[in-house]
């Protein structure tokens, strides 16, 4: 069972380089998600997508740009990265409201 | 101003003996509450959830406590075991809210000793 798949697993930027990082599930959910894990800061959720065809930011968006391709797989996009992206990127889905949501193992984004 | 918050950065614990963490919210919107466990490299992993109509949910060596007036939930493994050694994260949500988005704690680190 693959669930949700994250490409790629780690990467390093130089501080203005672009890139997408991309999320696919496999388990029909009609929810995605992006959050960064800082050390203290637990999970923060950048942007999220309740259903397909829907977008809407999250606790710290800016910086970052979503797509929500189809029902399968949302991409998160740093048009210009800086050192405070550094971070570790998780996408999440989940069925419906109020159930569990499954993540991803992550992206180690290092900005230098 | 973090509105999940889990006081405690790490805790020791030898093992068989019964690991508590806690985790307080001031939201008073959120109504449903959820445990994820997390080992280094990977993903957060669902643990146990409680709704916010019961004040206890049990599964295995796993129960959740919920405490509404003081904003307050909890989770004890017993007995604590090697394996149980990860980082613990608290979550909330809010029913109405759309997107069933999760408000995550910092995290508590545990450690059980053999």
């Known amino acids: 069972n693959a669930g949700v798949t994250q490409t790629p697993k780690f990467q390093v930027l130089k501080t203005g380089q672009s890139m997408t990082l991309q999320c696919a599930q496999d388990?029909?959910?009609?929810?995605m998600y992006w959050y960064r894990q800082d050390p203290g800061m637990g999970l923060r959720l950048i942007y999220y997508?309740?259903?397909?065809?829907?977008?809407d930011k999250g606790e710290v968006p800016n910086g970052y740009n979503v797509s929500r391709l189809n029902k399968r797989e949302f991409s998160l996009r740093l048009e210009s990265a800086a050192p405070s992206q550094t971070s570790v990127y998780f996408c999440?889905?989940?069925?419906?409201?109020?159930?569990?949501?499954?993540f991803g193992q992550g992206t180690r984004l290092t900005v230098v | 101003d973090q509105q999940v918050k889990q006081n405690s950065p790490s805790l020791s614990v030898q093992e068989g003996r019964i690991s508590i963490l806690n985790c307080d919210y001031t939201?008073?919107?959120?109504?449903?509450f959820l445990w994820y466990k997390k080992y280094p490299a990977e993903g957060p992993t669902f643990l146990i959830s409680i709704s916010s109509i019961k004040d206890k949910n049990e599964d295995g060596r796993f129960t959740v406590f919920l405490n509404k007036s003081a904003k307050h939930l909890s989770l004890h493994i017993v007995p604590s075991q090697p394996g149980d050694s990860a980082v613990y994260f608290c979550a909330a949500s809010a029913i109405k809210a759309a997107g069933n988005k999760l408000t995550f704690g910092g995290g508590t680190r545990v450690l059980v000793k053999p």
């Open positions: 999440a889905s989940s069925r419906q409201e109020l159930t569990e949501a499954f």
């Open positions: 939201n008073s919107m959120f109504d449903y």
């Open positions: 388990m029909n959910h009609n929810s």
């Open positions: 997508s309740a259903s397909e065809g829907t977008t």
